[in-house]
Nanobody, 124 residues
Framework: QVQLVESGGGLVQAGGSLRVSCAAS????????IAWFRQAPGKEREFVAR???????YYRDSVKDRFTISRDNAENTVYLQMNSLKPEDTAVYYC??????????????????WGQGTQVTVSS
């Protein structure tokens, strides 16, 4: 099973940018679809973005045109570039992996491996 470790979270002002990383070990990340989820205090965990093995991407509507998910197979890492951040983006961000193909891949139950999360805080 692949192990995932997130990093790059922090505190940023509204309108700013942040890039979080998801580093994989134990397996080659190119064999997996990787998704980012987030969980704000008192709220359920929600899907943010997904990149499949062929590089196809999918985003939740509220982050389209602001967030970009990408992968560097040589570094065995997936990134989430977040621009024009808003206070409502504040959450713990988790990456997750699955070796199964899903058309959308937006459900938590579709993912087998999870990282521990990284905190992103956007101040107003």
């Amino acid at each position: 099973q692949v192990q995932l470790v997130e990093s790059g979270g922090g505190l940023v002002q509204a309108g700013g940018s942040l890039r979080v990383s998801c580093a994989a070990s134990g397996r080659t990340i190119s064999n997996y679809a990787i998704a980012w989820f987030r969980q704000a205090p008192g709220k359920e965990r929600e899907f943010v973005a997904r990149i499949n093995r062929s590089g196809g991407t999918y985003y939740r509507d509220s982050v389209k045109d602001r967030f970009t998910i990408s992968r560097d197979n040589a570094e065995n890492t997936v990134y989430l570039q977040m621009n024009s951040l808003k206070p409502e983006d504040t959450a713990v961000y988790y990456c997750a992996a699955t070796s199964t193909y899903y058309t959308l891949g937006t459900s938590q139950s579709q993912y087998d491996s999870w990282g521990q999360g990284t905190q992103v805080t956007v101040s107003s």
